[in-house]
């Protein structure tokens, strides 16, 4: 049995979003399944020195945002550009990491509903009263799912997930590992189905 | 007649090397030609804040090195990292300058001959006796072209290439537009190529 694919992502990354639409389709046509992975990237970035896409200088911002639309539509992904960004993501990663120790396949549910929740209804996921409105349209129970995203060994699982994505080189989103090797970006996911499809190359 | 693509380029710049080789075909595909206008990064990134790639911290310096070779077996083009990167590339530039308004046939054969002894054979471009030694391999005068390189007209061309490339947003190499839309990088090859096909998508 192939290990499965390991899809580190922050919910406010807008190249993850994109990615996180193609990958279990990536995955499925070489039998291969996908570890979703939250993390953090404002701590990531204070160890690696990184900057938010759009708090770079102008000139990159600007085309940063042109990108993520062009990208978009490139990948055939509805895209908006959220009002606020980047927004803090610990409660949706916290709620996503609850619901994959009670229910994968909700779990699932929750991370593509946030996505486009955020990045194509521009809806701010940092909101709880949103991550609630999001949980009742995927038949969760939203109080269960707030009060299991604030459980100590819920709240430790992540801090244990970030500090993991930086220990092993992460520092951007998404990285995805394939048996090891490490690809960084949306645009990498054609090297990712070669290594899938060839193995090492 | 449709525009010829402008490839905004650095000869230290690993991604540029791969998209140097790559370009012309995909242009030719579409019935476009390539203007290769050389720029100088080192400049670039006074005004942008840009850190070149193996500069970044060590988690970043290493992935990058990893994504140039890997990147190149992807694209089937030979790539070894140099033992001295990235270097300083103004004569190599200013070389290719002279040469564009005396032989472009020479001047295509000089910019890909350049490319590919500092990122596949590990020669030196920086130094004057490697673009020397480059220059009689594809048939010029080595001495006509040292002098040329350093002609005032030839300094002030590359200077107006970096002051146009800075102040049309470019922050990056390679950097390619097409009828005005702007991209950035090797990996989005696939973009560009799908612009030239249909248009603005």
Known sequence: M??????????????????????EEI???HGRTVAFKPTLLGVI??????????ELVPPKSRYFVLD????????GVPFRQPSEF???????ARSLLWLQQHDAAMALRFL???FRAYFAHDRNIGEPGVLGALAAEIGAD?????RGAQEPATKDRLKALVDESIARGVFG???IFVDGEMFWGHDRLPQVERWLATGPF
């Open 2 to 23: 192939p290990s499965p694919i390991e899809f580190w992502f922050d919910f406010s990354s807008p190249y993850s979003y994109l990615a996180s639409e193609q990958i």
């Open 27 to 29: 995955a499925a046509r």
């Open 45 to 54: 970035f204070k160890t690696t020195g990184g900057v938010p896409l759009t």
């Open 68 to 75: 993520f639309e062009r990208s978009a539509r490139f990948a």
């Open 86 to 92: 980047p927004i803090p993501t610990v409660n949706a």
């Open 112 to 114: 593509h509903a946030a």
């Open 142 to 146: 939203p109080v269960a799912l707030a």
């Open 173 to 175: 989103a998404p990285t």
